[in-house]
């Protein structure tokens, strides 16, 4: 903490690399199930002695997408969001894969 920030990465449902069960466990929730587990996430860093309770999210393509999800669904939580590129459909409907996103940082 001596930089004043800290990252968190949250592997949210839909991700891969944890099973098929996991990877399937966004299906028909996409923007909203894993959105709920990087609020959740956020939730918990808030919660840390160490946060000072704010909290910053950004994130490119799907993860723009997710970022976006959550300023909507938590818009006093966040004191920040970056969407770095989101795509401008749904993620079902442009083929769109999970990538590395929904970060949370604060400071």
Do not use: K
Not at 63 to 73: H, P, Q, S
Request: hydrophobic letters at 35%.
């Amino acid at each position: 903490m001596s930089e004043g920030f800290a990252y968190l990465s949250v592997d949210f449902r839909g991700s891969t690399g944890y099973g098929r069960a996991f990877r399937h466990a966004n299906n028909d929730e996409w923007g909203h199930a894993d959105v709920h587990d990087v609020i959740d996430a956020a939730r918990w860093a808030s919660a840390q002695p160490w946060s000072n309770g704010r909290l910053a999210m950004y994130g490119g393509s799907y993860g723009g997408y997710l970022t976006l999800c959550a300023l909507v669904e938590e818009p006093s939580m966040w004191s920040a969001g970056v969407d770095c590129s989101a795509t401008p459909r749904s993620p079902r409907a442009s083929g769109t894969g999970i990538g590395r996103a929904g970060s949370t940082s604060s400071g």
